[in-house]
């Protein structure tokens, strides 16, 4: 369950970003592809105990967000290209 629902959020979320970005090209492609670059950044560690501190302790949310925001990124990427 939690491999299908983050899978398709990420999936979701991906092809969205990299379909603006593709698609209207230019600055703001640029910038849409320097906020993945930060993303890839954040260390994961450092954004599962910010998910902790928010979400509390709900495991099944906590993970799903959790690896969706680290997964979106490769799909966006693929997209725009």
Excluded: Q
Excluded at 5 to 13: G, M, P, W
Excluded at 53 to 61: P, S
């Amino acid at each position: 369950m939690i491999g299908a629902l983050v899978t398709l959020t990420s999936v979701a979320l991906g092809i969205a970003w990299g379909a603006v970005a593709g698609f209207l090209g230019g600055r703001v492609d640029n910038a849409m592809m320097r906020v993945v670059d930060m993303m890839y950044a954040i260390p994961y560690l450092l954004i599962a105990i910010l998910m902790v501190t928010l979400l509390g302790r709900a495991f099944f949310y906590l993970v799903v967000v959790t690896i969706t925001v680290f997964s979106w990124m490769d799909m966006a990427r693929v997209v725009r290209g």
